[in-house]
């Protein structure tokens, strides 16, 4: 037999809050702070440079940065698409 939905809005958030603690999530934070520095520096933000940033998000390792090459390299005529420095992908970075 199915369980019944819940009955209201404080029921529904009440039982997200429960399944998100089964899960342990939020993950808890995998290393101590330690100033400005980065966990982890992803140089390309693409598909699997995205990816790669949410799965650690997922293992509790938040100090991420993607970077990106400048939209000056990406737009020159002829230039490959990693050409130029990389430089933080999001104002976070
Ligand atoms: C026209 C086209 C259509 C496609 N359509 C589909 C589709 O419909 N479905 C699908 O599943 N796949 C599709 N693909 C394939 C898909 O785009 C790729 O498989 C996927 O993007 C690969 O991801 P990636 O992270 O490995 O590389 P990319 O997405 O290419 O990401 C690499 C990133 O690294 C950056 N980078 C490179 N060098 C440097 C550097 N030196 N410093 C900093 N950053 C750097 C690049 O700017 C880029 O942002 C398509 C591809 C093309 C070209």
């Given at each position: 037999?199915?369980?019944?939905?819940?009955?209201?809005?404080?029921?529904?958030?009440?039982r997200?809050?429960?399944?998100?603690?089964?899960?342990?999530?939020?993950?808890?934070e995998?290393?101590?702070?330690?100033?400005?520095?980065?966990?982890?520096?992803?140089?390309?933000?693409?598909m699997?440079?995205?990816?790669?940033?949410?799965a650690?998000q997922?293992?509790?390792i938040?100090?991420?940065?993607?970077?990106?090459p400048?939209?000056s390299?990406?737009?020159?005529?002829?230039s490959?698409?990693g050409?130029?420095?990389p430089?933080?992908a999001?104002?976070?970075?």
């Amino acid at each position: 037999m199915t369980e019944p939905g819940p009955a209201s809005l404080a029921e529904l958030e009440k039982r997200l809050a429960r399944d998100l603690e089964l899960l342990i999530l939020p993950t808890p934070e995998w290393s101590p702070p330690h100033g400005d520095l980065l966990d982890v520096a992803i140089v390309g933000a693409g598909m699997a440079g995205l990816i790669a940033a949410v799965a650690l998000q997922r293992l509790g390792i938040s100090r991420v940065s993607l970077f990106s090459p400048p939209p000056s390299a990406k737009r020159k005529a002829g230039s490959r698409p990693g050409a130029g420095p990389p430089v933080p992908a999001s104002p976070s970075g």
